[in-house]
Each structure stands twice: as structure tokens, then as C-alpha cells.
T-cell receptor, first 113, second 111 residues
Framework: GAGVSQSPRYKVAKRGQDVALRCDPI?????LFWYQQALGQGPEFLTYFQNEAQLDKSGLPSDRFFAERPEGSVSTLKIQRTQQEDSAVYLCASSSTQPYEQYFGPGTRLTVT | AQSVTQLDSHVSVSEGTPVLLRCNYSSSYSPSLFWYVQHPNKGLQLLLKYTSAATLVKGINGFEAEFKKSETSFHLTKPSAHMSDAAEYFC?????????FGSGTQLTVLP
């Protein structure tokens, strides 16, 4: 079946603009994750959903970052008032309850100018 | 809390020679351990995972990894490198709720 998809694949935003990044998980996957990958680094955990419940948002770097998954499927990561340090690839992953391997999307590359 | 250290940021091998990518982990409990591969402009792909069933884990594309608790290591190996193996490799520790990635090892395969 289809894998995890993300849109847009590339986003350029001017400093101060708001952006919204979308993730479509694998159908039926209960868990959804967001990660941030800076250039030359490994991905870093941002937040985790189980169905529509956001169970862990400890990795969100500031209150400008907000994620939602209102119907337990598609998720949106929103970044308000973007800053240059927000430039990174944002990865979405999903998993079923068992086994819980995470399957990753291709990512959205955000560049803040 | 858990952390992962990949000991080499770059590894270069000749095609047909063995590959060794080193990883050490630190965790307050016995974590699940994974290796993921990331090809340019492609998503992360799971190579293999360790979940305490067997210490030697076989993955896709001929890769395998051995969990050594006494050394807190989970090194990735392949007997014979192929050009298509050139990519970034991540050692990962995790649970159902969160993955902690190492900083990655860039593997170059020379003809």
C-alpha cells in the first residue's frame, strides 16, 4: 500500500511568516510522530500522537510550534512567526501498535529566508 | 533517558570489501535498537531492529548487527559492500513512543 506522504516537499518562507506542513500516515496506523532534522544531523523527536491524542510534545522547541491530528489520521505541524533557526527537514513517521517500527515519509524541507 | 553515539561520521570502503559502522548506546533500561538508512532525497528506511529476541539481527540487503550488552554496542556490518550501499546510516534507540537518533555515519563506497 501507499507509504507515508508529506506535503509540500519544499517550502520557502520569509522570516516571520506562518507555515503549515502536512502528513498523511499509512492507513490504519495509530501512532504518528514528527521529527526535525537539521543539516548534517540526525532527526530529533518533536511530538507523538496516538490516534487524535497528543501524548508527548516534549520535543517541540518553542510555543511557536504546534501540531494537531484532529481525526486521528492526517496531521499538521504548524510553525508560527518562522525564524531562520527553524530551517530544517521535517519528517513525519507512523506506526501500528504492534510491531511498532516507524515508517517515515520523505520529509518537508523548510528554508526560512 | 537514552542516547546513541555513532563513532564515525564518515566511513569509506572499496566495493566488495566489508563494512563496519559502529554504534554505542546508553539507556537506563534495555531499549529497542534499530538501524535506518537514508539515501539522498529519500525517506528513512528501516534496515533492521533488535528487540531482545536474538543478539545477532539480520536485516535487508545483507546487513546485520550484533547487540553486545557488556559493551553497550550495536555495530552494523556487511560482508561485501555494493555501490548502492552509499548512503547515510543512523543508529537509533527507541520505544513505542519515541526514537533517539545518532548523528549518522556517511558511507562512501569506492569503485
Amino acid at each position: 500500500g501507499a507509504g507515508v506522504s508529506q506535503s509540500p516537499r519544499y517550502k520557502v518562507a520569509k522570516r516571520g511568516q506562518d507555515v503549515a506542513l502536512r502528513c498523511d500516515p499509512i492507513s490504519g496506523h495509530v501512532s504518528l510522530f514528527w521529527y526535525q532534522q537539521a543539516l548534517g544531523q540526525g532527526p530529533e523527536f518533536l511530538t507523538y500522537f496516538q490516534n487524535e491524542a497528543q501524548l508527548d510534545k516534549s520535543g517541540l522547541p518553542s510555543d511557536r510550534f504546534f501540531a494537531e491530528r484532529p481525526e486521528g489520521s492526517v496531521s499538521t505541524l504548524k510553525i508560527q512567526r518562522t525564524q531562520q533557526e527553524d530551517s530544517a527537514v521535517y519528517l513525519c513517521a507512523s506506526s501500528s501498535t504492534q510491531p511498532y517500527e516507524q515508517y517515515f515519509g520523505p520529509g518537508t524541507r523548510l528554508t526560512v529566508t | 533517558a537514552q542516547s546513541v553515539t555513532q563513532l564515525d561520521s564518515h566511513v569509506s570502503v572499496s566495493e566488495g570489501t566489508p563494512v563496519l559502522l559502529r554504534c554505542n548506546y546508553s539507556s537506563s533500561y534495555s531499549p529497542s535498537l534499530f538501524w535506518y538508512v537514508q539515501h539522498p532525497n529519500k525517506g528513512l528506511q528501516l534496515l533492521l531492529k533488535y528487540t531482545s529476541a536474538a543478539t545477532l539481527v539480520k536485516g535487508i540487503n545483507g546487513f546485520e548487527a550484533e547487540f553486545k550488552k557488556s559493551e553497550t554496542s550495536f555495530h552494523l556490518t556487511k560482508p561485501s559492500a555494493h555501490m548502492s550501499d552509499a548512503a547515510e546510516y543512523f543508529c537509533v534507540a527507541g520505544s513505542a513512543r519515541q526514537l533517539t537518533f545518532g548523528s549518522g555515519t556517511q558511507l562512501t563506497v569506492l569503485p
